[in-house]
């Protein structure tokens, strides 16, 4: 029994500061513009500060819930981001949430997957249908992927890549020898259901794939009655979708709008020139909203922005047309609040990782043009991080050793940020 009334306080007082505050956060999953209810969806709450990275599947109503501790330490907030990979794009959605001891819960976060899309009726058909990524050139990597359309979920695949070479994955990973057109063939059985899908595949010399900005809408019309839509049929192409599969969008039985943006520093500090490079067909564009991602937004069709602190922030463009289309972009921009031009200037010679598909060990090769704090991050395609390395180089040539011991394989980005400019990687973990 403790019968000193000092230690009886500072036990107290030692107790309370010491406690761990348990923070929650709920939130909906959504689909198509009806926003219909998204169940057994995978969900990711990050909380890259404190190390948390946890993960929830959605319910019948398309409902998730995270919970935590954390022993606060002062009034500052915790930030953490909500996310998801929206299937229709391939993109990542993402919300971002702040927790205070004070204010520990968090709800009504929303994410909506294929906002533009009206969802169509359950597939009734038996089609089978793929499209294809090019990870990497020498070897010439391609990630395939079956988004066949059947009533029944499929049982069962049946690859055969044009070269001698097949697969029982849904989504395998094949490499080429070299670079060219191959006839690419996927068979499906779902059920008593069988179907057969051939599409001649362009493996490129040269990846990553460049195309024009010219504006000539792509509209890709997959099994389920989905309309995907690219700004032109290059990017459509690089998206994996062969020219047997896309066509030019001519607003026929409805308007097509694509959101585009370009941001660009005017050279002051912090500040950022957004122009709006949207395409809308059948209808004209009558409505902008920016959200710039520090709170503040803009309803004019080009602003520019001040943001007081630099760093990485998702900047979105949402637009709405006269015949009803409405569509929303969200992309990464880089804001420098330096005021000098030659401060500002390229952080990179060159980067590179190796090997690419790696095993357990990634390294990365840095030329730096000069010297300053370079953070790494490791995310795999839900947009999780995985990894997170900071390093104080000086300018030159650099080695970085990353450990993939424990990292699942598949699909990773890995980034790499300076103080100017953030550079991204793909990585194939074997």
């Given at each position: 029994m403790m019968k000193n009334p000092a230690l009886l306080f500072l036990f107290v007082l030692y107790s309370m500061a010491s406690s761990a505050t348990e923070c929650t956060l709920s939130g909906h999953m959504r689909f198509g513009t009806g926003e219909e209810p998204l169940a057994s969806y995978v969900v990711g709450l990050s909380i890259f500060s404190e190390g948390i990275f946890l993960e929830d599947t959605t319910d019948e109503n398309g409902a998730f819930f995270f919970s935590f501790e954390h022993e606060f330490d002062g009034p500052a907030p915790i930030f953490g981001v909500v996310t998801a990979t929206d299937f229709c794009t391939g993109e990542v959605l993402a919300a971002t949430a702040a927790f205070l001891e004070s204010f520990p819960d968090t709800e009504g976060v929303a994410l909506v997957a294929c906002s533009d899309v009206d969802p169509p009726n359950p597939p009734l058909n038996c089609q089978a249908y793929f499209h294809f990524e090019q990870m990497e050139s020498e070897p010439y990597l391609l990630q395939f992927y079956d988004i066949s359309s059947t009533a029944a979920p499929v049982q069962s695949w049946s690859w055969d890549f044009g070269d001698g070479s097949t697969s029982t994955q849904a989504d395998p990973l094949h490499e080429y020898s070299a670079p060219g057109s191959y006839e690419v063939s996927l068979a499906v059985v779902a059920d008593t259901c069988e179907s057969i899908y051939t599409s001649h595949v362009l493996v490129r010399e040269n990846y990553p794939c460049f195309c024009d900005w010219a504006p000539d809408p792509a509209c890709v019309t997959l099994p389920g009655g989905q309309v995907l839509t690219f700004r032109n049929g290059c990017e459509a192409e690089c998206a994996g979708y062969t020219p047997d599969q896309h066509e030019t969008c001519d607003g026929t039985g409805g308007v097509v709008c694509y959101p585009d943006f370009a941001a660009v520093p005017t050279g002051e500090p912090g500040q950022v020139r957004f122009t709006d490079r949207s395409v809308a067909v059948g209808a004209e564009i009558?409505?902008?909203?920016?959200?710039?991602?520090?709170?503040?937004?803009?309803?004019?069709?080009?602003?520019?922005?001040?943001?007081?602190?630099?760093?990485?922030?998702?900047?979105?463009?949402?637009?709405?047309?006269?015949?009803?289309?409405?569509?929303?972009?969200?992309?990464?921009?880089?804001?420098?609040?330096?005021?000098?031009?030659?401060?500002?200037?390229?952080?990179?010679?060159?980067?590179?990782?190796?090997?690419?598909?790696a095993s357990s060990q990634l390294t990365l090769s840095l030329n730096l043009v000069r010297s300053g704090r370079y953070n790494v991050v490791l995310h795999n395609a839900a947009g999780q991080a995985l990894r997170q390395l900071s390093y104080g180089l000086p300018a030159g040539e650099h080695q970085l050793e990353i450990g993939l011991e424990d990292i699942p394989s598949g699909l990773l980005f890995l980034q790499v940020q300076g103080e100017n400019t953030v550079k991204t990687l793909r990585i194939i973990r074997k």
């Open positions: 009558t409505e902008w909203f920016w959200d710039f991602g520090d709170g503040a937004s803009s309803t004019e069709q080009n602003p520019v922005h001040n943001f007081s602190e630099a760093g990485m922030l998702d900047v979105g463009l949402r637009i709405v047309t006269n015949g009803g289309c409405a569509g929303a972009l969200y992309q990464p921009v880089f804001v420098n609040v330096v005021s000098s031009t030659e401060e500002a200037a390229e952080e990179f010679a060159t980067i590179r990782a190796f090997p690419n598909p």
